[in-house]
């Protein structure tokens, strides 16, 4: 049997290269404002994919928001959960 083979590729894009040295240095004043940005949020919480939409909206390279939530995760600013009964992850300001 003759097999049918599509015309529509796939495109991904590459890796973001790692944050420059620069960026690296202004990760505490972003990770500040990403801080007051949810915590603008009625419930002080939002979906991952929607905060990190809004980082990308500041015109930030996934590498430099991996640093973001990297350094307000390990300085316990925020947690990561997941909402039950869903596959959803969820960032929260701790208090």
Same mark, same amino acid.
């Given at each position: ?21 620069? @960026? ?11 801080? !007051?940005? =949810? %915590?603008?949020?009625? $419930? ?9 939409? @809004? ?11 991996? !640093?973001? =939530? %990297?350094?307000?995760? $390990? ?21």
């Amino acid at each position: 049997m003759a097999s049918i083979t599509s015309g529509y590729t796939t495109y991904e894009s590459p890796p973001s290269p790692p944050a420059t040295e620069e @960026e690296r240095e202004s990760i505490p004043s972003l990770a500040q404002d990403a801080y !007051e940005l =949810l %915590g603008q949020q009625d $419930s002080k919480m939002m979906e991952l994919g929607d905060f990190i939409a @809004e980082l990308r909206d500041l015109d930030l390279r996934t590498a430099v928001i991996d !640093e973001i =939530l %990297g350094y307000m995760t $390990s300085n316990c600013w925020v947690q990561l959960w997941n909402w039950k009964g869903t596959e959803e992850t969820w960032i929260s300001i701790v208090e």
